[in-house]
């Protein structure tokens, strides 16, 4: 019997461990997503022919990451030597995290929309990382070349690519078009180097034909011909580095003791077509949102509505669609704002085009006009906004005006443009460098001035004068020469501190903005 009952207890024993698992079970759920990659779920399969439980490895793919910067960091494939420039740059990112912080949340509603356009391409992820080193992820930013938008197009090669720019739109700034022209870009400039991505990208900084050449003289040199081995402009130079120490840091971020704030893996805005021209205003209030917001998502639009001949599509907040869309269906044709004017003496398609925000050729649209002649007494509609402009925060008119409301110096002034005027010669006559002259108001030194445009200019006080803006209030009988004479000022200045010159007479009670060195007047 004691025999026998060993013999029970050894299998039954024996049994109870034939139906343990071999191998432990992780708990997905337990993993740090802060500091590991998210994996798709385990899977148990049946047991196998042992009775034993098989557990299917975890599968970790850039798709199933929760963080868009993780998902293109697993993706990234150009090589990163070991280069001086490589290292200043990567060292200057690792020191200010703030900046990579400030661009994570501008790049927040786009980088999974470039991300996808990137991969259905088959294109390297590098290039998401490209609007870092172009715009810091700033839609709204121009450069000194007169370059615009995350990507940085030039007028010229943007409407080569299809990207419309006129007084409504500039589709350098539309996140959605201007992506999928800088990607086709930078595949033919990948196709005309044979596929050397270090000569694409530093084409779309220099030019193709500056690389081609460089490539040229190295070869008839007998150099090597990589992008690390060309003569090339500073700018460039330092652009593909660039680029790649921002690679390097975004695939190893653990490596470098650095997070940068996690996007969502997931798309967060779509692109809607309304089919009509919009009040951005009114299409906020159909999506639900603000129109700050709005704008920011749709940098493109210039002014107050979506451009009359289209575009219109707009990028939309994902939970804001199904309400957009509803609301548009509902009110269908009312878009836009339309008043009924009376045409008056003096009056032009110009200036009432001024008056009401708008473009001539709109008002010429609406009232069916073949041309720029009107009458008076004849009735138009014009087209118009339904809030005053200050409500479309990010317009290009406010944001110009924010620009130049920035102070650059003791007292500022105001120079209307003058035909035959360009920058060069109004910082001439101001003493000012043109440089910062196009600085101060928003614009490329390379940009042209148009007739009336208004220009704000910084100056410093010299020679003992100390300059006041003086408020004065016009007195029965004054004239602007008397005034001028008053405050040793010139009467020009008056005229375009105050832009008079449409003004026959001044009105009593009038208020005119005065510069006045207060060394020379008694105020």
């Known amino acids: 019997m004691r025999v026998r009952y060993s013999w029970v207890l050894a299998l039954f024993i024996a049994g109870c461990q034939l139906t343990q698992p071999q191998e432990e079970i992780t708990d997905t759920n337990s993993i740090d997503e802060t500091n590991h990659p998210q ?21 970790v793919t850039p798709q199933s990451q929760q963080d868009v910067w993780r ?32 661009v994570s949340q501008r790049a927040a509603p786009f980088l999974y929309l470039i991300t996808e356009k990137i991969e259905q391409k088959g294109l390297p992820l590098e290039l998401a990382l490209l609007p870092i080193v172009e715009s810091s992820f700033d839609a709204f930013a121009y450069s000194h070349g007169s370059a615009a938008g995350l990507w940085q197009f030039v007028p010229a090669t943007g409407k080569m690519y299809g990207l419309k720019q006129n007084y409504w ?10 992506t999928d022209a800088a990607l086709e870009y930078l595949d033919n400039l990948a196709k005309r180097f044979d596929g050397d991505w270090g000569h694409a990208i530093a084409a779309y900084n220099s030019g193709g034909g500056r690389i081609s050449s460089a490539i040229r003289k190295n070869r008839k040199a007998g150099k090597p011909i990589d992008f690390f081995s060309l003569d090339l402009p500073n700018e460039t130079s330092g652009y593909v580095p660039k680029l790649l120490a921002l690679a390097d840091i975004v695939a190893h971020q653990d490596k470098y003791g650095i997070q940068i704030p996690a996007i969502p893996n997931q798309p967060s805005v779509e692109l809607v077509d309304p089919k009509e021209q919009l009040d951005l205003a009114i299409a906020a209030g159909y999506a639900g949102i603000s129109v700050k917001e709005l704008q920011s998502l749709n940098p493109a639009y210039n002014k107050w509505s979506t451009a009359p001949e289209g575009p219109h ?3 939309l907040p994902i939970d804001s669609i199904a309400k957009f869309n509803q609301q548009l269906d509902e009110n269908r044709g009312k878009g836009l704002k339309t008043i009924r004017y009376k045409v008056q003496s003096g009056d032009t398609l110009s200036t009432l085009a001024v008056q009401y925000n708008t473009s001539s050729k709109v008002i010429r649209t609406a009232n069916n006009l073949d041309n720029n002649e009107i009458r008076i007494g004849q009735y138009l509609l014009i087209p118009t906004s339904v809030k005053d402009d200050k409500a479309y925060i990010l317009s290009a008119a406010n944001r110009l005006a924010k620009k130049q409301s920035i102070a650059r110096g003791q007292y500022k002034v105001y120079h209307q443009v003058e035909n035959g005027e360009s920058l060069w010669t ?5 003493k000012v460098s043109y440089e910062s002259l196009a600085k101060w108001n928003g614009m490329s030194p390379r940009d042209t001035l148009r007739i009336g445009q208004k220009l704000v200019i910084w100056k410093k006080s010299s020679e003992g ?47 005119l903005k005065l510069y006045v060195d207060i060394t020379k007047v008694s105020v």
Do not use: C
């Open 465 to 511: 004068a100390i300059i006041r803006t003086v408020l004065y209030k016009v007195r029965n009988g004054d004239t602007i020469s008397g005034i001028a004479n008053k405050f040793r000022v010139k009467s020009h200045d008056i005229v375009k501190w105050n832009d008079l010159s449409h003004s026959k007479y001044l009105q009593p009670g009038q208020q």
């Open 313 to 315: 599509q707009l990028l």
């Open 169 to 178: 739109y500039d589709g350098r700034r539309d996140v959605d078009a201007a």
């Open 39 to 59: 994996v798709a779920e385990e899977k148990i399969e049946p047991a196998d022919l042992n009775g034993e439980k098989v557990v299917k490895k975890p599968v």
């Open 71 to 102: 998902r293109i960091g697993m993706q990234l494939s150009l090589p990163v030597p070991d280069n001086k420039r490589v290292n200043y740059y990567r060292n200057w990112y690792l020191k200010h995290p703030g900046h990579l912080a400030i």
């Open 426 to 430: 109004i910082a001439r006559d101001h």
